[in-house]
């Protein structure tokens, strides 16, 4: 008798808690993985000029009206690492931004955070790890995002043509942000400099999806505008002018 009234207890439990509806992940406007690349090519001053870009770029008062011109008023950013083919890292989790504060404490947070590593070039692992970190996003979004930015070709790990329509078949957009470089590293110049130039690289072999493009920083010291540039056209979906091409 009590283990049928038991029995009893526990299916109702069963049947009472599949009746409670799953809790709805807040709405966002845009889901946002700042991906950079922080490879051996990227020396201290650049590395430095890099986050200071981001950090300053995310608080400007101009992408702050990008964001609150949404629907929701609110995009989730989070912000990775990534240099090698097993070398990414997760510096800041998802994070809401809406408002100056949130940007502000995203900002120092970033500059904060210590260097993740210093390795090859792996721009595919770096997508790979970003997708992963859409897929486990605690938001919900209309548009999911990746922003890569980097100096040099894909050098580590997976083809990155093949990691890049992977990503896109799910309904991602790949934006690409070259860090372009004056003088060649003596031990690789085909890799900061190759062949066509690293912007049409990237466009032929990162960027993909939804309105994606490629935006072109001439030097790390010329980061800082265009972070600023191409973060509004992610957010409000904007024509990146001169740079816009068609989606793959």
Known sequence: MIRAVRALALLALIVCGSAVPKAVAEPVDLLLVLAADVSRSVDHAKFKLQREGYAAAIANPQVLDAIRSGIH???????????????????????IIGDAAAAQQFGDRLLEAPRAFADRTSISGGIEYAMAQLERAPFQAARRTIDVSGDGTNNSGRDVVLVRDEVVAKGVTINGLVILSERAIPWNPEHTNPPGGLANYYRANVMGGPGAFVMVAQDFDAFGQAIVKKLI??????PSAGEKASSR
């Open 233 to 238: 056209a992610e957010i409000a979906l904007l």
């Open 73 to 95: 008023g609110r995009i989730a950013v989070c912000f990775v690492e990534w240099s090698g083919s097993s070398s990414q890292k997760l510096l800041i989790e998802w994070t």
